[in-house]
């Protein structure tokens, strides 16, 4: 049987646009929603005549924020993914929700049209915290928002974001240890960064926004690593927390390198060895599908080199690390086109990284100089 496909559809509306979201989000005072269930109806039928007999093993609505889309016209992509590809029987169907009231009241009808799995932008408990951070929900709604969706949703996640300005590590201990009581399967813990083009980067700039140096940022990360660890969910990537068997199967086929589709706005994709990528603007999306039959702007082969590259970029975030052979296999090269084995071999003697066999992966000693390690050890030129 082909190995299953990862399905990714981009919804780029959002009531607001936050201070430190770079994701290819948009503000409209109305949106045509007829035209846009056709655009990406007609955007996933593309995808799917290029990746022919795939059964697709997991979709992943995201944004935007697209706990906004209508349930029906969720349940119309669903649809067409399983007619165009075939589903397979364990398929795992994520939506990104915000916990506005109005998001959580379509929760019983996504979960009817077929969603299996929420992933909920909660940020933070605290409401000064929220109006910082340009959340247009409270502390009240995001509580009842995961609770509501543990009524409708098999599987439930949440996102938080720490080493936020002047936080302590007892504040953000308390923080964690309400989350973790929840009993969800599945959290996603950001430190927050300055991303380029956002209003926080301006802040930054200016002088008016410090977040915490590398020193305390450090111990924020130990904490969470350690009481994720004893509350049964351990990290399996950088942000990522799950207890065995409920890590996120859609991320883990980017983090694996796997074949993706991507359709909607601005979606990226990976395909039989080609990177695609949609309009980022709604309007020129819809405008090139109503031309095209797709909104893709960008579709090129990948060298063997670089797919090798991203490969190794993105699985050696996972605590599972890279299989070295299997990337071999994917590209067509010999890893010492894409491994400096010395760097390999000094980091695994420092402890901060192990090779067993075809198995590389980055330790827990590790893990905080990723960046560092990724720089020294792959090969990208």
Wanted: proline share 4%; net charge negative; hydrophobic share 45%.
């Amino acid at each position: 049987m082909a190995e299953p496909l990862a399905l990714y559809v981009h919804w780029p509306f959002c009531v607001s646009k936050c201070p430190y979201c770079d994701f290819n989000s948009h503000v409209r005072e109305s949106v045509d929603q007829a035209q846009w269930r056709d655009a990406l109806l007609a955007d996933l039928r593309h995808e799917a005549a290029l990746l022919p007999d795939r059964p697709v093993g997991s979709i992943f609505f995201g944004g935007g924020t697209p706990s906004l889309m209508p349930p029906s016209t969720v349940a119309a992509v669903i649809a067409a993914a399983a007619a165009e590809w075939g589903l397979t029987e364990d398929v795992e169907i994520t939506l990104e929700a915000n916990p506005n009231s109005v998001e959580v009241a379509n929760f019983a009808d996504l979960a009817v049209a077929g969603v299996n799995r929420v992933s909920i932008g909660v940020q933070s408990f605290d409401s000064q915290v929220l109006e910082f951070l340009g959340r247009a929900h409270s502390e009240e709604e995001a509580r009842r928002a995961i609770a509501t969706a543990q009524e409708h949703f098999t599987r439930v996640s949440f996102d938080l974001i720490y080493a936020r300005p002047g936080q302590t590590l007892a504040a953000w201990e308390s923080e964690l240890v309400g989350a973790l009581a929840f009993g969800t399967d599945h959290l996603s813990l950001y430190q927050l960064t300055i991303e380029p083009g956002t209003r926080f980067a301006t802040l930054a700039a200016k002088g008016d926004l410090t977040i915490p140096d590398g020193d305390a940022a450090a111990d924020l990360f130990d904490a969470t690593q350690a009481m994720t660890r004893a509350a049964g969910l351990p990290r399996y990537e950088v942000s990522n927390h799950a207890r065995i068997g409920q890590e996120s199967r859609h991320n883990l086929a980017y983090w694996r390198y796997a074949d993706y589709a991507g359709v909607g706005p601005g979606a990226h994709g990976r395909r039989l060895g080609q990177a695609t990528e949609r309009h980022k603007k709604p309007e020129n999306f819809v405008a090139a599908v109503a031309r095209n039959g797709h909104g893709l702007k960008v579709e090129a082969d990948l060298p063997a080199h670089e797919r090798a590259t991203e490969a190794m970029l993105m699985g050696l975030r996972l605590t599972e690390g890279v299989d070295l052979a299997r990337i071999e296999t994917r590209s067509g090269l010999g890893r010492e086109a894409f491994v400096d084995a010395n760097a390999v071999a000094w980091l695994v003697d420092q402890g901060l990284m192990t090779l067993e066999g075809d198995q590389l992966t980055v330790t827990d000693e590790g893990i905080l100089l990723l960046d560092s390690i990724l720089s020294a050890v792959v090969r990208t030129g």
